[in-house]
């Protein structure tokens, strides 16, 4: 059973950064297209990047591009979403998810992750 496992949320004030990492165990991690998603309260979950399993070309949602970098490690598994410049508004749940395809619709994704707070305060 593929798991995946994020951390590095927290509590941030505008235009700090934070990284999170997402962690894949019991499946063949290079295999799999690693995306980003979050969730804002009373929001619908909404794509924020992802990466290729192969040679890492990644893809971001215009709210995020030149700020966010999605980078993934195959050795160890993980992938990581480095956060700049952050504002109030990047404030959601953040998930990563596994594809076999190359999607950025939410329900074409094979596996997610349980999410982890990012709170970005004025």
């Known amino acids: 059973q593929v798991q995946l496992v994020e951390s590095g949320g927290g509590a941030v004030q505008a235009g700090g950064s934070l990284r999170l990492s997402c962690a894949v165990s019991g499946g063949t991690f290079s295999q799999y297209h690693m995306s980003w998603f979050r969730q804002a309260p009373g929001k619908e979950r909404e794509f924020v990047g992802r990466i290729t399993w192969s040679i890492g070309i990644t893809y971001y949602a215009d709210s995020v591009k030149g700020r966010f970098t999605i980078s993934r490690d195959n050795a160890k598994n993980t992938v990581y979403l480095q956060m700049n410049s952050l504002k109030p508004e990047d404030t959601a749940v953040y998930y990563c998810?596994?594809?076999?395809?190359?999607?950025?619709?939410?329900?074409?994704?094979?596996?997610w992750g349980q999410g982890t707070q990012v709170t970005v305060s004025s």
């Open positions: 998810a596994a594809a076999n395809t190359l999607t950025t619709m939410r329900d074409r994704q094979s596996y």
